[in-house]
């Protein structure tokens, strides 16, 4: 089994900056991606960044500039700094990791984090 933690999430106001963090730990192998997505109230859940291993990051179009993901990999772990916040980002924010659960394991296994509130006043 494998466990995300996530972290960071909180209130800001419109202009300021959060930072996001998840950290997976369990029956890990390697990890094929990871990735943030948010989910607004009325609305589906949406990726805003992810990054599949050996490739480069990918974001969605409105966060573009403002958002960056990275990853330490030692760690396990997955960051979102996310800067220029406007209240349109406010969602929950969930963690999903790609991984191996095994050595042998042919396809990776989808884990979600159990979401983190971003709210934004303006």
């Known amino acids: 089994q494998v466990q995300l933690v996530e972290s960071g999430g909180g209130l800001v106001q419109a202009g300021g900056s959060l930072r996001l963090s998840c950290a997976a730990s369990?029956?890990?192998?390697?990890?094929?991606?990871m990735g943030w997505y948010r989910q607004a109230p009325g609305k589906e859940r949406e990726l805003v960044a992810d990054?599949?291993?050996?490739?480069?990051?990918n974001y969605e179009d409105s966060v573009k500039g403002r958002f960056t993901i990275s990853r330490d990999n030692a760690k396990n772990t997955v960051y979102l700094q996310m800067n220029s916040l406007k209240p349109e980002d406010t969602a929950v924010y969930y963690c999903?990791?790609?991984?191996?659960?095994?050595?042998?394991?042919?396809?990776?296994?989808?884990?979600w984090g159990q979401g983190t509130q971003v709210t934004v006043s303006s």
């Open positions: 999903r990791v790609r991984a191996y659960p095994f050595t042998y394991s042919i396809f990776p296994l989808t884990y």
């Open positions: 990054i599949i291993t050996g490739d480069s990051p």
């Open positions: 369990g029956s890990i192998s390697s990890i094929n991606a």
